[in-house]
């Protein structure tokens, strides 16, 4: 059976990511490791404290457990990364360059790490963003990304490193609290539309934007690392897409569950960081390499979100 680290495992995608390959190759395979102290269910001997900087501590981990797949998920968003552009240019980056050496030197069968459509920017086409394009991101998280993407497309054609990646649009689930990007809004409206409150949304009411609902997400990362070698095409990172949708449009959504939801609308600067990025994203290559194709649009997406958080919403406040 392999034996999986996951970094970065109490994020928002990372916790669910954890969970579902628990469930597929054993509880004591899956290994989860956060800078953060762990979640409750996280809490035990098969998670591990891990600075993904500290290279010397991540080799170590690594050899502990026999890993021969890594999952790198450690990453500062888009929002919070543009209050500390340096941290997170850091953060992001040589995070990324500790995995691949590791996965290099050890021999790791397989490494995942999640690229954004931050990596487009104002020049890029809006609609239907194209797998290879004009690229000019103008957050650091973007530029972190793309220059990520070309470190990995260069460790697979220099040393052969079976490096894979996914461009994520937005992603919205409901388990764990999200980590400081420019999506975020799309999880929070339905923690606050379902405690009756009114919503603060920080972008304009038709920003279009990619989305995707987290168990898609979830599938299409384990669907690209099960894709045979031979198959996979795109080194640097696959587009991705579900569904686009605006603030407006997710407010009509929840109304048809909830008729009193009011929403109010503050862009703040958060709206330019969205202003920059794609409308609606081409993934064909995903779609003819690997078979990808999203389960969830938006109306069974909020209706799915408001059932399963009015089963658990004695846990928030």
């Not at 543009?82 to 995995?99: R, V």
Request: with cysteine.
């Amino acid at each position: 059976m392999k034996k999986i680290l996951i970094i970065g495992a109490c994020g928002q995608l990372g916790y669910e990511l954890t969970a579902t390959l628990r469930q597929r190759y054993g509880h004591e395979n899956v290994i989860a490791s956060d800078i953060n102290a762990p979640k409750m269910d996280l809490a035990d001997d098969f998670f591990e404290h891990l600075d993904v900087l500290n290279k010397k501590s991540f080799g170590e981990i690594v050899d502990k457990h026999r890993i021969d797949e890594i999952y790198n998920l450690a990453a500062i968003l888009s929002a919070i990364g543009e209050k500390n552009p340096k941290f997170a240019w850091k953060l992001n980056m040589d995070g990324l360059i500790n995995s691949l050496d590791i996965a290099r030197e050890k021999k790791i069968n397989k490494i995942y790490w999640p690229s954004s459509i931050a990596t487009f920017g104002p020049d890029t086409p809006r609609d239907l963003t194209p797998q290879n394009t004009i690229m000019n991101p103008n957050t650091v998280y973007g530029i972190s990304k793309l220059a990520g993407e070309r470190w990995c497309e260069y460790y697979f054609l220099k040393y052969g490193v079976d490096v894979r990646s996914i461009r994520y649009p937005g992603l919205i689930g409901y388990k764990a609290m999200p980590g400081g990007g420019t999506t975020d809004y799309a999880v929070d409206i339905y923690f606050k539309a379902l405690a009756g409150q009114v919503f603060d949304c920080f972008l304009e009411k038709d920003t279009l934007l990619p989305m995707m609902y987290m168990p898609d997400a979830i599938k299409a990362t384990i669907d690209l690392m099960d894709a045979e070698k031979t198959n996979i095409s795109v080194r640097s990172s696959y587009n991705l897409a579900a569904m686009s949708f605006s603030p407006d449009d997710i407010a009509k959504s929840i109304r048809c569950h909830l008729p009193d939801f009011t929403i109010r609308y503050k862009p703040d600067f958060r709206q330019s960081i969205a202003d920059s990025w794609p409308n609606s994203i081409d993934d064909s290559a995903a779609r003819e390499d690997w078979g990808w194709q999203p389960e969830f649009n938006l109306e069974k997406m909020t209706r799915d979100i408001l059932d399963n958080l009015k089963k658990r919403s004695g846990q928030f406040s």
